[in-house]
């Protein structure tokens, strides 16, 4: 029985055998880790210092699931191919015992791994520091215990922006209290940490920005802070990522991430200007689809009023 099992191999075909799978377990491990550093060309640009953390943490799970993936499925083939039984074979195959240290192996290595990324994401968070999602947790937290608020991601330092972000149906308002500014777009300087108290004056609304990596949902009736840090200069896209209503498609906003100097010029800009309506799309195509006679659809909320705000995109 035991010349079956082994195949009656030699210590010297056993030993090349197992340089062989060294080989290839080497071979899959490069491949592995070419397919996690083309990952980072998946994902928008990094416009934030957190999406720095959040792509590399992207790049090790698609690196290890490539491992694994490729491992599996070589396995498979491997065996598909060279072990399938004969055509008109109809046999049973050979009576093999379970193996308990394979047994042992097979179930400490996923144990293990599941350890493994859930440690490294919980230090991608604590590095992150966003605070926001732990706000309306800790509202309720026992006497006694305090928040296990991890310190900003290094050099950035407290934040030195504080901006008010409100979601109504369907618009984004932005407000600068310190300089008195209202905005429909999202101002930012580079390098700066920024803290933003996010609130919502009707329903559950989503603060997502795809090139930040980040998202917090906003909850009627609480004021959620929010912090990050933009280190790409450029034009991005906020959207709403929660279903808030009929027209919760058109609640997008531009982010635009400047240097100091460009960010200080734009707020002294707008603080100039008299509030004026801003455009709102959500409110036109309400008010057209009132126009039509024939009324198609499911009733829809009214959209609020344009906002009034310094400046618009």
């Known amino acids: 029985m035991s010349s079956e099992l082994t195949g009656g191999s030699s210590p010297q075909k056993q030993y090349r055998k ?25 994902l928008p640009p990094q ?25 599996v499925t070589g396995t498979i083939t491997y065996s598909v191919i060279f072990h399938r039984a004969a055509k008109y074979d ?25 350890f493994w990324i859930a ?22 937290m026992p006497m006694g215990m305090e928040a296990a608020y991890a310190e900003p991601i290094a050099s950035m330092g407290e934040p ?10 369907w618009a984004w308002v932005f407000r600068y209290p310190e300089n008195n500014v209202t905005s429909t777009s999202l101002h930012l300087p580079t390098n700066k940490r920024v803290r933003l108290a996010l609130k919502s ?22 004021t959620i802070d929010f912090e990050f840090t933009p280190i790409r200069e450029g034009t991005y896209q906020l959207t709403d ?4 209503g009929t027209y919760f498609a058109t609640m997008t906003a531009d982010v635009v991430v400047e240097s100091p100097e460009n ?45 009034l705000v310094n400046y618009h995109s």
């Open 18 to 42: 197992w340089i062989i799978l060294t080989a290839i377990a080497i071979v899959i491990a490069i491949v592995s880790l070419g397919i996690g550093k083309l990952s980072y060309s998946w």
């Open 201 to 222: 004056e009707d329903v559950l609304h989503g603060f997502y920005i795809p090139a930040f990596r980040l998202k917090q949902d906003l909850i009627p009736n609480q």
């Open 263 to 307: 960010y200080q010029q734009w707020l002294a800009n707008a603080a100039t200007q008299t509030p004026t309506p801003a455009p709102n799309q959500a409110a036109t195509e309400y008010a057209e689809e009132q126009k039509e006679t024939f009324k198609v659809g499911w009733p829809t909320v009214k959209p609020t009023e344009p906002p």
């Open 47 to 71: 416009a934030a210092a957190e999406a720095v953390l959040v792509d590399d943490l992207f790049s090790f799970l698609v690196t290890l699931g490539s491992f694994i993936f490729l491992g």
């Open 119 to 140: 440690g490294y994401s919980y230090q991608v968070y604590q590095k992150m520091a966003i605070k926001g999602p732990m706000e309306i947790v800790h509202l309720h």
């Open 241 to 244: 990522s929660q279903f808030s």
């Open 160 to 169: 030195t922006e504080d901006i008010e972000v409100i979601g109504k149906q």
């Open 90 to 114: 109809m046999s049973d195959g050979p009576h093999i015992e379970g193996n308990v240290t394979l047994e042992i192996i097979w179930t400490a290595i996923p144990i293990l791994l599941v």
